[in-house]
């Protein structure tokens, strides 16, 4: 009688031992698959595991009216970076439209030199009318001549992200 007891108790134990390992296991897959891929991180890191190509993170910001937000990660090339600080690039996103990006309280800045890569971020995306005089100074930021600067007269709706982290990937891991 009591051996009748005690072999259900020992197969509960076991298939619960069984169970654990298994999940370790599966863990121990996702972590792998995130070091095959070297990223260096700006902000906070980025499982980026989840990431949605530049065309679906624009349809799903046309979607949005001004001044809403949307919470995404997503990956595009990298258009331009403030050449003074590093502190906004511009993404490309289909239809010939670019996103600006700033970071999360200012509290981060990317490389100079990183146009033409591939980034993944993550963070809020918005519309936003922008003034005359915050896109003079991008433009000024950018580097525009005098002639283009003052060429900027109305007011226009942009698509902006403002990211939490920016991950780039790198070729040998620094």
């Not at 390992?21 to 698959?33: A, G, H, L, P, V």
């Not at 809403?68 to 010939?96: H, R, Y």
């Not at 591939?118 to 100074?137: A, N, R, T, Y």
């Not at 600067?149 to 992200?161: D, H, L, V, W």
Request: with cysteine; charged share 25%.
């Amino acid at each position: 009688m009591k051996n009748l007891i005690l072999i259900p108790l020992c197969l509960l134990f076991f298939n619960c031992t069984t169970q654990t390992e298994k999940n370790n296991d599966q863990s121990d897959k996702k972590e792998t698959t995130k070091t095959d891929m070297p990223m260096v991180f700006y902000g906070d890191s980025i499982d980026y595991q989840s990431t949605k190509m530049a065309e679906d993170a624009f349809s799903e910001l046309k979607s949005i009216n001004l001044n809403d937000t949307l919470i995404m990660t997503f990956k595009s090339k990298v258009n331009a970076v403030c050449q003074k600080k590093g502190c906004w690039m511009q993404l490309d996103v289909p239809q010939g439209n670019d996103i600006k990006v700033t970071f999360k309280d200012y509290g981060f800045f990317v490389p100079k030199d990183i146009s033409g890569q591939e980034v993944i971020i993550k963070g809020k995306g918005f519309l936003k009318e922008v003034s005359v005089e915050e896109q003079q100074h991008y433009a000024i930021d950018a580097g525009k001549s005098d002639q283009e600067i003052a060429a900027i007269t109305e007011p226009k709706k942009e698509y902006r992200f403002i990211a939490n982290g920016v991950a780039i990937p790198t070729s040998d891991g620094e």
